[in-house]
Structure formats: C-alpha cells, structure tokens
C-alpha cells in the first residue's frame, strides 16, 4: 500500500501496483527527474557522441597535415593546413561560396517577402490553404529529380531556350550569356544557372518565416502609420520591415547556411569553378588530403556561428 499525504492533513490510501512495471510506474511517479532524465539520455547521448563528437573529430584532423612525399597524414599539430586555405586558389574558393550564398539569401528574401505579405494580411479560409500547399508541395519531391529537372530547363536544348525562340528574344538570352559572372555558355553549367537553382531550392525556406512574422504584425499599426500621413513606402520602411525582419533573418539562416554547405547542385549545375562542399569532396575523396577537406569544412562551421550571433542579435530566433 502506498499512503500519501494531501494538504491539510488529510491522507490517502492507493494500492501499490504489482509487477516489473507497476513499480517502475510508481518510482517515476514519485522521481519525475528520474523519467526525464531516461527520456533525455538517449538524445544527447547521440547529440554529444556522433553529432558534437565527428565536429570535435574533424577539427582535430583540420590541425594535422598531409605528408607530400607518401601521402599520408602528419599526426602532429601545425597551421600550416589553414595556412594552405588563404592560398589564391583556395581562397577564391571561400569567397565564390560565401558571395554566392549571400547573393541567393538576398534575392530569396526580395521574393518572399510579396508572397509570405499577401499570405498574412490576405490570404483566407482555401486560399491559405493553397498557399501552405503551394510553399511545401516542392519540398515532398525528391531533392535531385528537382535539381535535374532544373537543368534539364536551363539546357541549351531546354524549354527556356525554346521559350526565348519563340519570343525572338534568342539575342537577350545569348548577350546575358556572354557576360563575364554567368560563368559558362549555357545555364544549365554557369553560376545564374546555380544562382537561379539555389533560389528555387531554399526559397519556401525563407517564406514560411516570413511568413510566421508578418502574421504577428499588428493590422492597427499599419492602418495607424497610414492616418498619420505615412506613404505606403514609409510605413514599409519604418513599420513593416522592421517587425518583419526577425522573420527574414531567421529565413536567412536556412538559405545561407544551406547554400554554403551544398555539394550537389554545384556539382550538377555549376560550371568548372569550385565550391566548399566541392573543395571538400574533393580533397577528400579524390585528393586524400583529409586534414585539409576538414580544414574546409571548418570553413562554413566558423561563418555560420558568427551569422547566427548575429541573428540571435536580431531576434531571428523568436521566429523559427
């Protein structure tokens, strides 16, 4: 029998329950920490062994360097590996990354925001609903048929070309071709059409923040900034961006962190130029040169943290 006593004095009488699990049942009954630490010891077992734990791992091979003459790893601590990321080619690398992260985390932003804008303050009932549908319907596909069909489109033989033919805008598509930062003489291999396929790819990453942060703006703040004899463009600028800019900032995590760590649409899209996830690759696999693949990948580790210093900066975190 188990007596408990209840405020005021009184007391009760409960049956102890038999059993391998009746008493397990009534020690978490009486010890919830001991229920919440069983349940929480399994994920951060796993959190601290094999995510925080390959981290530590590959920042302690990024401190070694490789032997140019066997080839093998030097298992003592040097710089020389990070030394070797500020070499013209690799840091070329660094900066093609980061610029081009940048660029998509912009132009996503500038795209969201109309769209996540009417969904907040207009969209009702069904149409909502189309618009939840029509912001995560691209993310049920597959990651690589998207990334394929894309290039597919961007192809010389694709349907934009065809498009443009058809338009007799043939010499627009072939003059934007000949600049110098596409990168390549078809979309289908050039940095626009990385560009462009990276903006497809995040983008409902960035509305749905939006999104969520619009939707907490107060309708009478808007109406108010208006009766008072603010433009349209004031109240943007003064009231609406910055409550929405929470939103954007945490959008922005995903499409910048997620575009400064990608492999594959480089790699399928992307002209001859590397990237850090290629570099990575690369280094890794082809090269063998692990200390200075990990050195690499540290690369995106450091800017990220620093980017999500400055986003909680901002309350971006308050909007996830």
């Known amino acids: 029998m188990t007596v408990l006593t209840m405020s005021g004095g009184a007391t009760s009488i409960l049956p102890r329950r038999g059993g391998f ?5 009534d020690a978490f009954w009486r010890h919830p920490k001991l229920l919440l630490f069983l349940m929480l ?7 601290g062994i094999i995510y925080i734990g390959s981290l530590i791992a590959l920042l302690l091979q990024s401190f070694f360097s490789i032997d140019d003459f066997s080839g093998l790893v030097n298992y003592e601590f040097t710089l020389s590996t990070y030394a070797q990321l500020l070499s013209p080619t690799n840091f070329d690398i660094i900066i093609r990354t980061v610029v081009m992260a940048a660029l998509v ?3 996503a932003a500038m795209i969201a925001f109309p769209i996540a804008y009417y969904a907040a303050r ?3 009932g069904k149409w909502k609903a ?11 596909s597959s990651y690589l048929v998207k990334v394929y069909a894309w290039k597919l489109i961007l192809a010389k033989e694709g349907i934009l070309t065809w498009i443009f033919e058809k338009l007799h805008l043939s010499w627009l598509l072939d003059g934007v071709l000949n600049l110098p930062i596409v990168g390549g003489n078809s979309l289908s291999v050039s940095y626009l059409g990385t560009f462009i396929v990276f903006v497809y790819i995040w983008l409902p990453y960035m509305i749905l923040p939006t999104q969520a942060a619009l939707e907490r703006v107060p309708g009478n703040l808007i109406e108010a900034s208006a009766d008072l ?14 409550l929405a800019l929470p939103g954007i900032v945490a959008g922005s995590i995903f499409t910048f962190s997620l575009t400064l760590g990608d492999y594959i649409i480089p790699q399928i899209i992307g002209s001859s130029r590397l990237f850090i996830g290629q570099a990575v690759y690369a280094q890794q696999g082809t090269a063998g040169n692990v200390p200075l693949a990990a050195a690499f990948s540290v690369v995106p580790i450091v800017i990220m943290a620093l980017y999500l210093w400055a986003a909680k900066k901002q309350g971006a975190f308050d909007a996830l």
């Open 41 to 47: 010891t399994p994920p951060l077992l796993w959190l």
């Open 21 to 25: 699990f009746g008493r397990m049942s």
């Open 122 to 124: 207009y969209a009702q």
């Open 229 to 242: 004899g603010a433009t349209p463009g004031q109240t943007f600028r003064t009231v609406l961006l910055p």
């Open 105 to 107: 985390t912009v132009a």
């Open 130 to 140: 189309l618009f939840y549908l029509g912001v995560m319907l691209p993310l049920w």
